[in-house]
């Protein structure tokens, strides 16, 4: 029963950091699209623009770390040893990619 309970952890984990990654792409595809429409003076105070119009993008945040409590759960009893590293990866991934500025990757 034990078991059981902390593979779920496990997929709920990785699902939640998957949805998390895939909603920073897609925000960050919108920011570099307002970026490229832009005028020279809005590219130079853009970090307001970003902040303005696409500052609900920080909340995402909260499914990596509600992610990275589920690895954290699922790590101290057996479980399979590639998924809970990649369950704690992709967790940190999800949130580390929130906070760097990926849609400059993106013009």
């Known amino acids: 029963m034990i078991h ?7 997929g ?8 998390s990654i895939a ?11 307002v970026y490229l429409r832009s005028s ?8 307001l623009t970003e902040l303005t119009q ?6 995402i945040a909260l499914l990596g770390i509600v992610s990275l409590i ?5 790590i101290k009893k057996n479980a399979q040893g590639i998924k809970k590293i990649t369950a704690v990866l992709l967790s940190l991934l999800a949130m ?10 993106f013009i």
């Open 4 to 10: 059981q309970k902390k593979i779920k952890y496990l």
């Open 23 to 33: 909603i920073s792409i897609f925000i960050n595809t919108q920011i570099a699209k």
């Open 54 to 59: 696409f500052g609900y993008q920080y909340y």
């Open 12 to 19: 709920i984990s990785i699902l939640l950091s998957v949805i």
């Open 70 to 74: 589920f690895a954290i759960l699922s």
């Open 40 to 47: 020279g003076k809005n590219k130079a105070l853009f970090g």
């Open 96 to 105: 580390g990619i929130v906070f760097a500025r990926i849609w400059r990757l």
